[in-house]
T-cell receptor, first 115, second 113 residues
Framework: EAQVTQNPRYLITVTGKKLTVTCSQN?????MSWYRQDPGLGLRQIYY???????DKGDVPEGYKVSRKEKRNFPLILESPSPNQTSLYFC??????????????FGEGSWLTVV | KQEVTQIPAALSVPEGENLVLNCSFT??????LQWFRQDPGKGLTSLLL?????REQTSGRLNASLDKSSGRSTLYIAASQPGDSATYLC????????????FGRGTSLIVHP
């Protein structure tokens, strides 16, 4: 089954304690990205990656890091989380344009609370 | 900068009604447009994808149209059911070198029995 898997699904952490949200896809997609979703602000892209070792900033990259060492994995790292990073986070993947059916697939989401 | 607007923000209809959700975008230089469904607290599920060269796509009771020149897309849902209750989002992927899609804020739909 085609899927994007992210973990943890729910996390409460304290300010400044480094955390990583993992994301894995089984569709051999080149393109992966991270979004945050906040009430009234909609979905905003944090970082994206077009292939292994290729990453770039989205609209709201401050306070986040990513890495793409393997094609299937794209972890999101919060080095020093702050309360304003409390949000619902989504990982997504898709084939690069030029492939047929470049539908975006989303993970189930990770609820992160920073206290 | 591309802006995507979805009107109405919320909609409540009785079961069985045919309905139309709207998505408008400011920059017509798009590669494709996708419609998604999001259930509360869940991820987004792709419903329909329309390439820029296409006019419409259909899947079951859903039909999405695209008028690139006017910057509009509509999602038509026939014979709505309570199970259609969800938030519907559209997303525009630009043509050219950017790989950053722009999402609308969604239309929250409630279909009551």
């Amino acid at each position: 089954e085609a899927q994007v898997t992210q973990n943890p699904r729910y996390l409460i952490t304290v300010t400044g304690k480094k955390l990583t949200v993992t994301c894995s896809q089984n569709m051999n997609h080149e393109y992966m990205s991270w979004y945050r979703q906040d009430p009234g602000l909609g979905l905003r892209q944090i970082y994206y990656s077009m292939n292994v070792e290729v990453t770039d900033k989205g609209d709201v990259p401050e306070g986040y890091k990513v890495s793409r060492k393997e094609k299937r994995n794209f972890p999101l790292i919060l080095e020093s989380p702050s309360p304003n990073q409390t949000s619902l986070y989504f990982c997504a993947s898709s084939p690069l344009r030029g492939d047929s059916g470049n539908t975006i697939y989303f993970g189930e989401g990770s609820w992160l609370t920073v206290v | 900068k591309q802006e995507v607007t979805q009107i109405p923000a919320a909609l409540s209809v009785p079961e069985g009604e045919n309905l139309v959700l709207n998505c408008s975008f400011t920059d017509s230089a798009i590669y494709n447009l996708q419609w998604f469904r999001q259930d509360p607290g869940k991820g987004l599920t792709s419903l329909l994808l329309i390439q820029s060269s296409q006019r419409e796509q259909t899947s079951g009771r859903l039909n999405a149209s695209l008028d690139k020149s006017s910057g509009r897309s509509t999602l038509y849902i026939a014979a709505s059911q309570p199970g259609d209750s969800a938030t519907y989002l559209c997303a525009v992927l630009p043509s050219g070198g950017s790989y950053i899609p722009t999402f609308g804020r969604g239309t929250s739909l409630i279909v009551h029995p």
